[in-house]
T-cell receptor, first 110, second 117 residues
């Protein structure tokens, strides 16, 4: 079973920041937090990942709490094309599989 | 930008028939994966593959399934005798290295929709 908890759905206005929370209270020291998204049954798309420091790339920012029990994915200026299911996944350094949960359906409204 | 490709995009088959789904991973990647997603359900891990061997497999990946890297570019998933419940999207993925790390992520293909009649 997935080790993360996410809200089933969220809405965001176009142009505003989308903040997607994830709870991973049982995360262990050798597990990274990964974020993927899936746009309408396309293949999952990698967004960003991190261990304990905050991370930023061209797509998003990832904020991980100091105790690592939760994180937030931030899409700084959401567009209609960001409408997708967003998955927060914890993956260990010694394992290959990604375990997907239900994710958060983000709907960006005009 | 390099990408994972999959063929065919849609495969229709009769129950009991064998199917082979094909994937071309990103060229410098060494680790390969198959996942599936039944309509309306979660993405599920099937198998990971490295150095011509299965590295890890899930309980879904039973004797009906096999994987192969027949040449230097293709990675295939074979289902020997398809069942109705094998109908799903099948995603191939590849990565540079094993497991989570600061520089490793899995890149997914667009998927093959398998319909078993």
């Amino acid at each position: 079973d997935a080790k993360t908890t996410q809200p089933p759905s969220m809405d965001c206005a176009e142009g505003r920041a989308a903040n997607l929370p994830c709870n991973h209270s049982t995360i262990s020291g050798n597990e990274y937090v990964y974020w993927y998204r899936q746009i309408h049954s396309q293949g999952p798309q990698y967004i960003i990942h991190g261990l304990k420091n905050n991370e930023t790339n061209e797509m998003a920012s990832l904020i991980i709490t100091e105790d690592r029990k939760s994180s937030t994915l931030i899409l700084p200026h959401a567009t209609l094309r960001d409408t997708a299911v967003y998955y927060c996944i914890v993956q260990e350094t010694s394992g290959s599989r990604l375990t997907f949960g239900e994710g958060t359906q983000l709907t960006v409204n005009p | 930008e390099p990408e994972v490709t999959q063929t065919p995009s849609h495969q229709v088959t009769q129950m009991g028939q064998e199917v082979i789904l094909r994937c071309v991973p990103i060229s410098n990647h060494l680790y390969f994966y198959w996942y599936r997603q039944i309509l309306g359900q979660k993405v599920e891990f099937l198998v990971s593959f490295y150095n011509n061997e299965i590295s890890e497999k899930s309980e879904i990946f039973d004797d009906q399934f096999s994987v192969e890297r027949p040449d230097g570019s293709n990675f295939t998933l074979k289902i020997r005798s398809t069942k109705l419940e094998d109908s799903a999207m099948y995603f191939c993925a590849s990565s540079e290295s094993w497991g989570a790390s600061s520089y490793n992520e899995q890149f997914f293909g667009p998927g093959t929709r398998l319909t078993v009649l």
